[in-house]
């Protein structure tokens, strides 16, 4: 079968750095997303990894490596808007996403 | 119109009942989709299309019937609700299926309660 799995929630401080795990066992890869949702709110696209590596976008930044089955999101210089849940999801050989349950970011003062 | 609009926003439903739920988007995508959100679950895809006139069947389509009259336009219809069905219901739309940087933008959402 396939699977995404991410930590249900975690818990970080104003302005320091948070980093969420992903990793994914599913039937081919075509990339993997990032998006961000706030509570009651749609998702929204963060980034998007197909190549082994960081990608950085402000304070955003992501990671992956194919080989692992595994991306991580970095999150810096944290502020309390950042608290929402992430969503990873993988595109499969039939170019449908996977998406895992979320993590849900806690930022606190 | 910008982006994607759905509608209702949110409803309560009879068991039993018909409903349709509407989306619509103006950036002339080619592929749209239909997921619902349940907590502690991620999304889950319903149905979708590659563009119009095509139809598809995601891992969770039972209950549910979709149509792709034009490039806009993608309702999802519940021919008769059950309360298993009381979710969050996510229309998205993309630029191409299958593209390298194909990124799905998200609808509002619509809140639905089946009793």
């Known amino acids: 079968g396939q699977n995404i799995d991410q930590p249900t929630e975690m818990t970080a401080t104003e302005g320091a750095i948070v980093q969420i795990n992903c990793t994914y066992q599913?039937?081919?890869?075509?990339?993997l997303f990032w998006y961000q949702q706030h509570a009651g709110e749609a998702p929204t696209f963060l980034s998007y990894?197909?190549l082994d590596g960081l990608e950085e976008k402000g304070r955003f930044s992501s990671f992956l490596s194919r080989s692992k089955g595994y991306s991580y999101l970095l999150l810096k210089e944290l502020q309390m808007k950042d608290s929402a849940s992430y969503l990873c999801?993988?595109?499969?050989?039939?170019?449908?996403?996977?998406w895992g349950a979320g993590t849900k970011l806690i930022i606190k003062p | 119109i910008a982006g994607i609009t759905q509608a209702p926003t949110s409803q309560i439903l009879a068991a039993g009942r018909r409903m349709t739920l509407r989306c619509t988007q103006d950036?002339?995508?080619?592929?749209m989709y239909w997921y619902r959100q349940d907590l502690g679950l991620g999304l889950r895809l319903i149905h979708y299309?590659?563009?119009?006139?095509?139809?598809g069947k995601g891992e969770v389509p039972d209950g549910y019937s979709v149509s792709r009259a034009n490039t806009d336009d993608f309702p999802l219809t519940l021919a008769s609700a059950v309360p298993s069905q009381t979710s969050v219901y996510f229309c998205?739309?993309?630029?191409?299926?299958?593209?390298?940087?194909?990124?799905?933008?998200f609808g509002p959402g619509t809140r639905l309660t089946v009793l």
């Open positions: 998205a739309s993309s630029d191409s299926a299958g593209g390298a940087t194909d990124t799905q933008y």
């Open positions: 950036m002339r995508h080619n592929a």
């Open positions: 299309s590659n563009t119009a006139g095509t139809t």
């Open positions: 599913t039937s081919g890869f075509n990339g």
């Open positions: 990894n197909v």
């Open positions: 999801a993988v595109r499969d050989s039939n170019y449908q996403l996977i």
